[in-house]
């Protein structure tokens, strides 16, 4: 019922920027946290960014002061602004709704998009 679409993706040097969206549809709660995670080859899922429903933001340490995301709630649209993108940024960047609801709790995720920076 519920589909996340990640965009975005691509190869860029070393340096660049990338903007990556997700798009959210179906049966999401107002009252979400929305979140940006990363795989790299050989390593664990890990969290990139959350924003919550009224805007309060988290970071991973490696790319505080890179990278930006932001929310628009009238389409549930997440975007993540990647400044100064580096190697190690490199991943399958994945899209994550956490719907909170008063029976309960839903997460969603969307397929990926890969992002690969050159050196």
């Known amino acids: 019922q519920v589909q996340l679409v990640e965009s975005g993706g691509g190869l860029v040097q070393a340096g660049g920027s990338l903007r990556l969206s997700c798009a959210a549809s179906g049966s999401i709660s107002s009252l979400n946290l929305m979140a940006w995670y990363r795989q790299a080859p050989g390593k664990q899922?890990?969290?990139?960014?959350?924003?919550?429903?009224?805007?309060?933001?988290?970071?991973?340490?490696?790319?505080?002061?890179?990278?930006?995301?932001?929310?628009?709630?009238?389409?549930?649209?997440?975007?993540?602004?990647?400044?100064?993108?580096?190697?190690?940024?490199?991943?399958?960047?994945?899209?994550?709704?956490?719907?909170?609801?008063?029976?309960?709790a839903m997460d969603y995720w969307g397929k990926g998009t890969l992002v690969t920076v050159s050196s």
């Open 45 to 104: 899922r890990e969290m990139v960014a959350t924003i919550g429903s009224i805007g309060g933001t988290h970071y991973a340490d490696s790319v505080k002061g890179r990278f930006t995301i932001s929310r628009e709630n009238a389409n549930n649209t997440v975007y993540l602004q990647m400044n100064s993108l580096k190697p190690e940024d490199t991943a399958v960047y994945y899209c994550n709704v956490h719907s909170l609801s008063f029976s309960g």
